[in-house]
């Protein structure tokens, strides 16, 4: 057989707690060849976006990666960001502040987000894969611009919204949909969208602090467990959960990894609510006309699989150098 060639990968995100597991999965997941990362306000403001998602990288050895620094607001609305849920800069109980020498230095590009993500399209017509984890400001920007993501990439995959499960947000909203409805529904309308996974899948598998036991005991390690320690106590207090959702990381290893831990899915069209009124807008409903695509929403997905799955690759991207530089190698050759 010949060797797996690395699918191209652009991830954009607004790194809290469950992006940062998915940076780290998506860095170095030897099936995945990941061009770059776009951040977006969202979880936190902009500047700690951009900073963990710098420091997340070269603690994997993957500052050849580069950071494009987005929207620091959404397109019309005034930002609100998550500090009960995420910490007051992202990560939890861990703070990614301070300079450390020995990991080197990421590379942040002077290109704003929506270019960089309509430079590549350009670049790559067709190729490119788009996993966005927040707000869809810099998608949204980027058409708005005249990038057609929706015949440009190879697909462009959103966590957001929710359908029949409440929201995590308002009632029937989910956060990445409610800090910038405007920008969903411009990416809805757009035809942007190809595949969505909203909390109706998302939050099918729980993860616990005993859960984290199985990963080495490494420096990267301890900084997981502390950021996942905060997620689970707000999700204990909030919803009387003992656990938390992974909601990009699960999305993530669903749509691009383990596809077929997908179990349920529809095809259907949709639109998101931008009226004044808060406690409606953000909501995803079925768009009623036809002249707008179909999206593919996963639903459901085998939650015991995906548990394992992303324990087992968290594990992976946590453990020392030398051992993810093996695991990578002989995935490579297995392939």
Same mark, same amino acid.
């Given at each position: 057989?010949?060797p797996m060639e690395?699918?191209?990968v652009?991830?954009d ?14 860095a170095t997941a030897p099936e ?5 990362v776009t951040c977006? &306000?969202?979880?936190v403001?902009?500047h700690h ?6 420091k997340?990288?070269q603690m ?5 990666v580069?950071?494009?620094?987005g929207?620091a ?7 609100r960001?998550?500090p009960?849920?995420?910490g007051?800069t992202?990560t ?15 590379e942040?590009?002077?290109?704003p ?6 430079a590549?399209v ?9 996993v966005?984890?927040?707000?869809l400001?810099n998608?949204? &920007?980027a058409?708005?611009?005249g990038?057609d993501l ?8 959103w966590?957001?919204?929710t359908l ?11 956060w990445? &949909? ?8 411009t990416c809805l ?6 595949r969505?996974?909203p ?7 729980v993860f616990?602090l005993d ?14 467990r502390d950021?996942?320690?905060f997620?689970?106590?707000f ?5 009387g959960?003992?656990g938390c ?8 290893i669903?749509?691009?990894l ?8 529809a ?8 009226s004044a ?8 409903y079925?768009f ?5 695509r179909?999206?593919?929403v996963?639903t459901?997905?085998?939650?015991e699989?995906?548990?394992d799955?992303l324990?087992?690759r968290?594990?992976r ?19």
């Amino acid at each position: 057989m010949a060797p797996m060639e690395a699918r191209p990968v652009i991830l954009d995100v607004d790194t809290g707690i469950d992006d940062m597991v998915a940076l780290l999965i998506a860095a170095t997941a030897p099936e995945l060849n990941l061009r770059g990362v776009t951040c977006v &306000a969202g979880n936190v403001e902009i500047h700690h976006v951009a900073r963990n998602t710098g420091k997340i990288l070269q603690m994997v050895g993957r500052q050849d990666v580069p950071v494009s620094i987005g929207a620091a607001r959404p397109l019309q609305r005034r930002l609100r960001t998550a500090p009960d849920t995420h910490g007051p800069t992202g990560t939890g109980y861990v703070e990614l502040r301070g300079e450390d020498p020995g990991l080197g230095t990421t590379e942040y590009t002077p290109i704003p987000a929506s270019r960089y993500l309509g430079a590549h399209v350009k670049r790559h017509p067709g190729e490119m894969t788009i996993v966005a984890l927040g707000p869809l400001t810099n998608l949204a &920007a980027a058409s708005i611009s005249g990038v057609d993501l929706g015949d440009g990439t190879r697909e462009v995959i959103w966590m957001g919204g929710t359908l029949e499960e409440r929201g995590n947000t308002t009632e029937t909203g989910e956060w990445n &949909a409610c800090v910038d409805p405007e920008a969903a529904e411009t990416c809805l309308a757009a035809g942007a969208i190809n595949r969505i996974f909203p909390l109706d899948a998302t939050q099918d598998v729980v993860f616990t602090l005993d859960d984290l036991r199985s990963l080495p005991d490494t420096y990267v390690a301890r900084l997981v467990r502390d950021a996942i320690r905060f997620y689970v106590g707000f999700h204990r207090e909030a919803d009387g959960l003992d656990g938390c959702y992974l909601h990009d990381p699960v999305t993530l290893i669903a749509s691009l990894l383990r596809p077929d831990l997908v179990t349920d899915s529809a095809p259907l069209r949709l639109a998101c609510d931008t009226s004044a009124d808060p406690i409606m807008a953000g909501s995803l409903y079925r768009f009623t006309g036809q002249d707008r695509r179909t999206v593919d929403v996963a639903t459901d997905i085998d939650a015991e699989g995906m548990k394992d799955e992303l324990l087992e690759r968290l594990a992976r991207a946590v453990a020392p150098a030398e051992e993810r530089a093996e695991a990578r190698a002989e995935a490579k050759e297995e392939a």
